[in-house]
Nanobody
Framework: QVQLVESGGGLVQPGGSLRLSCATSGFTLDYYAIGWFRQAPGKEREGVSC????????YYADSVKGRFTISRDNAKNTVYLQMNSLKPEDTAVYYCAADAVVGYPLLAYEYDYWGQGTQVTVSS
């Protein structure tokens, strides 16, 4: 069955960097769009980034543009989110999600499959 497992979260200082991984199984990654989302306590789930399956195009929320980079390694069935210049407001649980067809890449309802999330805390 389809499975996504996030890893790489942790505690980092403001201005620091962290790389999240989304390991996938049960489907061919090349045929699926992968999105990263985050949710802080008491707040709605926010679309962070997406990499498409058709042309490999990428999308980012305005709040992370210039700081975060999404990439994929189809041979390893893994998608990465490189996070640089981290801010306290980046603190959240980060989720990866997958779907074969995504019209609006930063909207959570577009995705059928989800991981369990990994905690990212940015604090001094």
């Amino acid at each position: 069955q389809v499975q996504l497992v996030e890893s790489g979260g942790g505690l980092v200082q403001p201005g620091g960097s962290l790389r999240l991984s989304c390991a996938t199984s049960g489907f061919t990654l090349d045929y699926y769009a992968i999105g990263w989302f985050r949710q802080a306590p008491g707040k709605e789930r926010e679309g962070v980034s997406c990499i498409k399956n058709d042309d490999g195009s990428t999308y980012y929320a305005d709040s992370v543009k210039g700081r975060f980079t999404i990439s994929r390694d189809n041979a390893k069935n893994t998608v990465y989110l490189q996070m640089n210049s981290l801010k306290p407001e980046d603190t959240a649980v980060y989720y990866c999600a997958a779907d074969a067809v995504v019209g609006y890449p930063l909207l959570a309802y577009e995705y059928d499959y989800w991981g369990q999330g990994t905690q990212v805390t940015v604090s001094s």
